[in-house]
Structures are given as C-alpha cells and as structure tokens.
C-alpha cells in the first residue's frame, strides 16, 4: 500500500472522536467485520489508528478508498466547513432525465480533460444528494489530499453546495465540470454562505416556514405573547406594543425555527456626499465601508432583537430579506439609496 | 410618570410603585422579581415600561409612582438612547430625587459601548444618583434590589427624617469627592 495513502487513512481516523470510529468504519464497510472485531477501541487514538492502517494494508487500500472515509468523515462533520451555494441556469427549457453513471462520466472527463492529477470520488446519499470528493495536483505533482473541494448536488435541483479547496485557482475548473456534466449552460455563487449545509438547503429549497410578504398575517390570538407575568403585581406598562412588535416579528420571521446562518456582510459602494463649499472629501472616490454581523445563529438573533427591546420593529428589510432573497453577502451600490444609518446595530 | 401624572396623588400608604424604563425587558423582569422577594414592610407594585410616554390608554389604572429608574445596558447605545428621549417625559418634580439611572452589563467591560462618563454626566445633568451594577450576577443582583427598596422607600417619604431630596443630595456629595 501507497505510504501517502497509509499516513491520509491515519490521519482520517485520527480525526474522529474515538467513541465513533467503529460507526464510521462500519459505514465505510472496507474493512470486514471480522476484522472490526480485532481491533481495539479502548486504547490511545494513536494506537487505534495503526491498527486501523496495518488491516487497511491487507486488504491493499488505495487512495479511492481512503476518499471514500473522508467524504463518510465530512458528511457526519459537514458543520466543520464552510460551505457556499451556487446556482446554475439552463439555456433552453429542454427537460432531461437525469443519469447519475453519466454525470460522474461527463463530470470526471471534464476535470481530467484539465488536470491529469486529480482524485475524483463520488459517494450518493438517501436524500438524493451526490457528494463529490476532488484531491487536486498539478500537472507535474500528485493530488493534495489535504487541501480538497466538496461540492454536494441535489439531481433535481439547479443548486450546487460548494466547500472549496483553499487552493483557489481550482474553482474555475469545479465549476466548469460541474455545467458540463448536468447539462447546464451557467453557473453562478448565490452569495450564500454558511457552515450549516442543511440551512443552506432550508433557504434555497425553501423548507422552512417563513410567510413571506405577500402572505395576509394571522390574526393573533389574544394572550398569545409569551410575556404574561404570573405575579400580578408586576405591570408590564407596554403590552400593546409588545403584540405589536410580536406580530410584526411573526409577519417578518415566521413562527418556526430559522435557517443557521453565522454572518451577513454588507460592502457600501457608495460616494462621499459633502457640502461642495466645504472642499473636503468631494473626490470621486466612493465611501468604503464593511458591514459585518456575526453570531453562532444570526437569523435568531435577529428575530430575537425586537423583542428583547434592542432594536426598533420591524428590522431594517436589509437585515431581514436574507432568508427571502437567499444571500448572505450584499454590495450596497448609490443608486439604491440605502446608507448605514439605517441599520440597527444588535 | 408622566407630565400631569403628579395632581393625581392617591396615596395607598402601604404600597410604593417604582417604575422601570429600560429596553432589555428580560434583565428587568429578573429584577423585579428579585425586589419582590426582598423582605420588607410594605407592599411594592412594579411597572415595567420599554420607554415613556406610558400609553394614555392605561393612565386610570396607574397609581402614584415613587422612584423612576432608567436602567441603561452598557453594552447598547440604543438603550442610553432611548433613556435620553423618555427623560424628557418625566415631570420635573421627580428630579428632586425620585429618579435614578441604573448601569446594568458593567461585569463585562470588554463589551461596552458607552462611555461611563456620557452616564455619569446624564446623571449629573437631572440632579440623580448613577447606580452601576451587573445583574446576570445572582448576589449584584440581590444587593441592587435591596439599595433599590431602601431608595424606594425613602422616595415615599417611609424612612422618618429623610427625604427624597436630603437623600439625593447626600449622594451628590459622595460623588462630587
């Protein structure tokens, strides 16, 4: 067995929490069962992860299998990466039916066609998702296992979920083998980033409940604020003003759970507007301003902001178009007229 | 707490109202609560209020209000925000000693957003004490609701030799040392 193979199994099994590694193995299935039950989980992960390389070499493992236990590993741990959707776009509207063998065919044509030095490897999952492993070389080195790309491709859907190599040059040729191989004619990033791959899938395949603008709000039914006070001699003075920050908090957000975002950007591109007999800062350069919200759970902490009395309701509609509008990262441009004194600082 | 409020005075003798203007509704209810359960020798009904003007459709239910407390989030510009803009609804009596500003997050100094000074000269601008404290803390935030029933009570005129106003200015000399 490859050496560099041994070291990446290694190092994969080194990865996981100990108490899962027997789970993961048994979902790679490489190893039989009878060999799982010579090994020895209650030992040092170090040790766990020798004897997991010595049966590999038995069983004479390549590199396509050691792949195979990254994407199972990545899969589990998805949350560990950050992941950006890309939306592709059909030129005519001719309908066709989707073949996974000609996919992975035209797919890995079109990459090799490119890079000689890549290691491709495609796993499907229950969910209709295709999970695509590529290890990129270069024409004159060896793939680098460690620095590889994730895309995950829903058939029926024109949306891509990319985790991206930190080797940047690569995207360009990700890209184009993705269009070719699913018959689309363009693809472009949504501006949509996350960790959380499945929120990502809630916004763009619409499965969370939000009513959206256009929806007529319920009638709220009466003590359905949540801020009732079991003792009555505590007043709350501003009740009707809590329903109505509850109702708009209702119209805007919806009553479930939100999509996990962790960041929203705004970059401002817009010029510096001064008095002309002032004299200063009349350039034409424009106003270069980021704007950056983070929080472990952004959407909520949104929701949250009205109702914990930080901010006025509702919510400046740059803050809560992100679930409806699919994106994450904005470029706020002059002709919009939108200004930062308009947000609402959490 | 309004202006006009003061020409309805129905003095309850054993019930004093503190009113709570501030904008972190969660950190207010908890201290209420935790005055309610202070041991004393009157009754205390507590209003809480995002900010003033109280909404007039309720002003027939209000008793006379005690102490006003302005509680400012040193984390969030927005709550000295909103304090600074209710202030101008508070009947100029109350300055003479029935209203006091209460600093809350102060146990977090890296998050702050106010400068403590733009409080202390608010303070020093309506004639009323700054009460500085952190009240995630279980023990700040027993100690604060004891000063504050102390304040209360001194406010209603309960504590015989003091008042409001000799009590105010006693604070003022401790801070201007």
């Given at each position: 067995m490859d050496e560099t193979v041994a070291e990446y199994i290694r190092r994969t099994v080194l990865k996981i929490p100990r108490d899962e590694i027997k789970m993961m193995l048994q979902k790679w299935g490489f190893l039989s069962e009878a060999q799982l039950q010579t090994l020895n989980f209650h030992q040092i992960k170090d040790n766990i992860s020798q004897e997991v390389v010595q049966l590999c070499e038995e069983n004479s493992a390549d590199i396509k299998q050691a792949a195979a236990l990254d994407i199972i590993y990545n899969h589990i741990y998805q949350n560990k990466r950050m992941w950006s959707v890309y939306q592709m776009k059909k030129s005519g509207e001719e309908l066709e039916y989707f073949d996974i063998t000609d996919f992975k065919k035209k797919f890995k044509r079109r990459l090799r066609s490119a890079l000689k030095n890549v290691t491709i490897t495609f796993k499907e999952y229950e969910d209709n998702a295709i999970w695509i492993r590529v290890a990129w070389g270069t024409p004159h080195k060896k793939p680098n296992q460690y620095k590889p790309s994730y895309v995950v491709y829903h058939s029926q859907t024109p949306y891509v979920f990319i985790s991206s190599s930190v080797l940047k040059s690569t995207l360009p040729l990700l890209c184009q083998a993705l269009i070719v191989a699913s018959n689309y004619h363009d693809i472009r990033e949504m501006e949509l980033r996350s960790h959380s791959l499945n929120s990502l899938k809630d916004i763009v395949f619409k499965r969370y409940s939000q009513n959206f603008q256009t929806d007529t709000p319920k009638p709220l039914q009466g003590?359905?604020?949540?801020?009732?006070?079991?003792?009555?001699?505590?007043?709350?003075?501003n009740k009707s003003e809590k329903e109505r920050i509850h109702r708009l908090n209702q119209e805007v957000f919806g009553s479930g759970p939100q999509p996990k975002l962790e960041f929203a950007q705004y970059r401002l591109e817009t010029m510096f507007k001064s008095d002309p007999k002032m004299d200063v800062l009349d350039k034409k350069e424009p106003f270069r301003c980021l704007v950056k919200f983070s929080s472990p759970h952004l959407l909520e902490s949104l929701k949250s902001l009205a109702p914990a009395g930080?901010?006025?309701?509702?919510?400046s509609p740059l803050l809560t178009c992100i679930p409806h509008k699919a994106r994450n990262y904005f470029k706020i441009r002059e002709k919009k007229g939108l200004y930062p004194e308009s947000f609402v600082s959490p | 707490a309004v202006r006009g409020r003061c020409a309805d005075v129905r003095l309850s003798a054993l019930s004093l109202c503190p009113q709570f203007v501030g904008s972190d509704e969660e950190l207010q209810r908890r201290l209420a609560e935790t005055i309610l359960q202070e041991k004393k020798d009157f009754n205390i009904n507590i209003h809480l209020a995002t900010s003033l003007p109280l909404p007039s459709e309720r002003d027939h239910l209000r008793p006379r209000i005690d102490l006003v407390v302005f509680m400012i989030d040193i984390k969030s510009k927005y709550s000295l925000k909103n304090v600074e803009t209710s202030l101008a609804y508070v009947d100029a009596s109350y300055f003479l000693g029935k209203v006091c500003f209460l600093v809350t997050g102060v146990g977090r100094k890296n998050d702050c957003s106010i400068e403590t000074n733009a409080v202390c000269k608010l303070g020093e601008a309506y004639c009323s004490p700054v009460l500085f404290c952190e009240l995630e803390l279980e023990g700040v935030r027993v100690a604060t609701a004891q000063r504050l029933v102390r304040m209360l009570g001194i406010c209603a005129g309960h504590?015989?030799?003091?008042s409001a106003l000799s009590f105010v200015s006693l604070m003022r000399k401790s801070n201007d040392d």
């Amino acid at each position: 067995m490859d050496e560099t193979v041994a070291e990446y199994i290694r190092r994969t099994v080194l990865k996981i929490p100990r108490d899962e590694i027997k789970m993961m193995l048994q979902k790679w299935g490489f190893l039989s069962e009878a060999q799982l039950q010579t090994l020895n989980f209650h030992q040092i992960k170090d040790n766990i992860s020798q004897e997991v390389v010595q049966l590999c070499e038995e069983n004479s493992a390549d590199i396509k299998q050691a792949a195979a236990l990254d994407i199972i590993y990545n899969h589990i741990y998805q949350n560990k990466r950050m992941w950006s959707v890309y939306q592709m776009k059909k030129s005519g509207e001719e309908l066709e039916y989707f073949d996974i063998t000609d996919f992975k065919k035209k797919f890995k044509r079109r990459l090799r066609s490119a890079l000689k030095n890549v290691t491709i490897t495609f796993k499907e999952y229950e969910d209709n998702a295709i999970w695509i492993r590529v290890a990129w070389g270069t024409p004159h080195k060896k793939p680098n296992q460690y620095k590889p790309s994730y895309v995950v491709y829903h058939s029926q859907t024109p949306y891509v979920f990319i985790s991206s190599s930190v080797l940047k040059s690569t995207l360009p040729l990700l890209c184009q083998a993705l269009i070719v191989a699913s018959n689309y004619h363009d693809i472009r990033e949504m501006e949509l980033r996350s960790h959380s791959l499945n929120s990502l899938k809630d916004i763009v395949f619409k499965r969370y409940s939000q009513n959206f603008q256009t929806d007529t709000p319920k009638p709220l039914q009466g003590g359905n604020v949540e801020t009732e006070n079991a003792d009555i001699r505590i007043v709350q003075e501003n009740k009707s003003e809590k329903e109505r920050i509850h109702r708009l908090n209702q119209e805007v957000f919806g009553s479930g759970p939100q999509p996990k975002l962790e960041f929203a950007q705004y970059r401002l591109e817009t010029m510096f507007k001064s008095d002309p007999k002032m004299d200063v800062l009349d350039k034409k350069e424009p106003f270069r301003c980021l704007v950056k919200f983070s929080s472990p759970h952004l959407l909520e902490s949104l929701k949250s902001l009205a109702p914990a009395g930080m901010a006025d309701a509702p919510l400046s509609p740059l803050l809560t178009c992100i679930p409806h509008k699919a994106r994450n990262y904005f470029k706020i441009r002059e002709k919009k007229g939108l200004y930062p004194e308009s947000f609402v600082s959490p | 707490a309004v202006r006009g409020r003061c020409a309805d005075v129905r003095l309850s003798a054993l019930s004093l109202c503190p009113q709570f203007v501030g904008s972190d509704e969660e950190l207010q209810r908890r201290l209420a609560e935790t005055i309610l359960q202070e041991k004393k020798d009157f009754n205390i009904n507590i209003h809480l209020a995002t900010s003033l003007p109280l909404p007039s459709e309720r002003d027939h239910l209000r008793p006379r209000i005690d102490l006003v407390v302005f509680m400012i989030d040193i984390k969030s510009k927005y709550s000295l925000k909103n304090v600074e803009t209710s202030l101008a609804y508070v009947d100029a009596s109350y300055f003479l000693g029935k209203v006091c500003f209460l600093v809350t997050g102060v146990g977090r100094k890296n998050d702050c957003s106010i400068e403590t000074n733009a409080v202390c000269k608010l303070g020093e601008a309506y004639c009323s004490p700054v009460l500085f404290c952190e009240l995630e803390l279980e023990g700040v935030r027993v100690a604060t609701a004891q000063r504050l029933v102390r304040m209360l009570g001194i406010c209603a005129g309960h504590i015989p030799g003091v008042s409001a106003l000799s009590f105010v200015s006693l604070m003022r000399k401790s801070n201007d040392d």
